[in-house]
Structure formats: C-alpha cells, structure tokens
C-alpha cells in the first residue's frame, strides 16, 4: 500500500478518540470521514491475536493486499483503523475476506 493511503501515528491516535467504532467478529474498526480525495487505512493487529511476529504480519498482508485489490472500497474519503481480533487469526481465507468485505459494505452505508 503507497504511503499516501496510511495514517500516521499521530493520525491513529486522533482517530481512536474522534470517530465512530464498529465491532464485528474478527474486527474492530474506527473511521471518520477525511477531507482528502483517498481513503486512509492503519492495520493493528495487538500481540494477543498471536505472539508470532509472522502470523500478525500475515494478517496484515492479506488485508492490504485485499484492500490495494478492491480500491473502489470505501467509496468516500474515509481513515479507517482495522484492528484485529483473536478470531482473525483463526478464520479461513474466505471467511477473512467475505468479513472485508461486509465491513467495507457497512462503512459504505454508514458514512
């Protein structure tokens, strides 16, 4: 993912005290609207989805590269913060991105 499309930090922590949360099985995400042409993105996934420095850099590339695929998502100009859950981890391919997919679909409807 190009640099233009993530938060920085001090964006994230911004973002963890201004904006909307929405929980879903795998995921917690926090987005507000941005006044830019793009959507933003940051991937946190904590130690206690997995101790494995590679599995939660596993994680993180197989929802960036999902989100560098479907790029038409968000539609608006949003920040958004994906922060894994333990069932994250756990869940197939097909289950992690149909979950993507649903958030992506709720945040479309949301904002």
């Known amino acids: 993912m190009k640099k233009i ?3 920085r930090q001090g964006e994230i922590s911004t973002l963890f005290r201004r904006s909307a ?3 879903f099985r795998s995921f917690r995400v926090r987005a507000r609207k941005n006044f830019l042409p793009h959507a933003r993105f940051a ?7 997995d101790k494995r420095s590679t599995a939660r850099n596993r ?3 197989m929802a960036r590269e999902w989100i560098r695929k479907n790029r038409v998502v968000p539609a608006k100009s949003l920040d958004v913060v994906l922060t894994f859950k ?3 981890a756990a ?3 097909q289950e992690f991105y149909a979950e993507l997919s649903s958030i992506f679909d709720e945040l479309n409807r949301r904002f």
């Open 5 to 7: 499309f993530r938060l």
């Open 21 to 23: 949360q929405l929980e």
């Open 43 to 49: 991937l946190v996934v904590p130690k206690s989805v």
């Open 59 to 61: 994680l993180r590339r």
């Open 86 to 88: 333990k069932e994250a």
């Open 91 to 93: 869940s197939s391919g």
